[in-house]
């Protein structure tokens, strides 16, 4: 413990979901100039089943949009890929490396988040050196088949009685519901299927959100 440092998190956190994107017929670089037009300090890269070869790949279009932006860049899982791509970080889930195993790979310098379901999770992951704690899901949400139960915004309310860390909301989240779940205690939403809306750009949606949470 002790290698996190403070991190001041975003209140929008645009998840850019390599499924999502397959499933939508929408190139990855697009959605990541949108989100720069926006604005956007906070993205993570998530490409759960990829080969490192086409992690990197995929990740490189991600680090050349941003080049220079001062956004910081989260990759999900592949923790051994964070520097190879020039990213800020990385974000584990239960079933990955820890946190402490993540900070090994990564160093001191970078970013390290973890994913929570529960209360006890919660518990857990304060006691860590991750530098934020994303819980959820808050609403329900088409974007994961095994998705967790929905901790709704009284376990957002809870997780944040149970740590000092930044939070992060996910789940279900839109432009409509986004201001209840920072009321509720989360630092920052993280939105991944909720940046697509039939007809309006992503950009035009990243901006909403951003104007909804500042």
Known sequence: MGASVSRQLPRLYPIVDEGVLERRGVALGRVAEDLKAAGAQLVQYRNKGGEPESVLRFAAIVWEVFDGTGCHLILNDHADLVASAGFDGVHVGQADL???????VVGAGRWVGVSTHNDEQVR?????DADYI????????GTKVDAEPVIGLEGVRRARSLTTKPMVAIGGITRANAQSVIDAGADSVAVISGL???????????RDFLEILR
């Open 98 to 104: 820890s946190p402490e195993e993540a900070r090994r």
């Open 196 to 206: 697509f809306v039939e007809g309006e750009t992503v950009e035009k949606v990243a």
């Open 134 to 141: 994303a819980v959820g899901p808050v609403f329900a949400t």
């Open 124 to 128: 857990i992951a304060n006691e860590t």
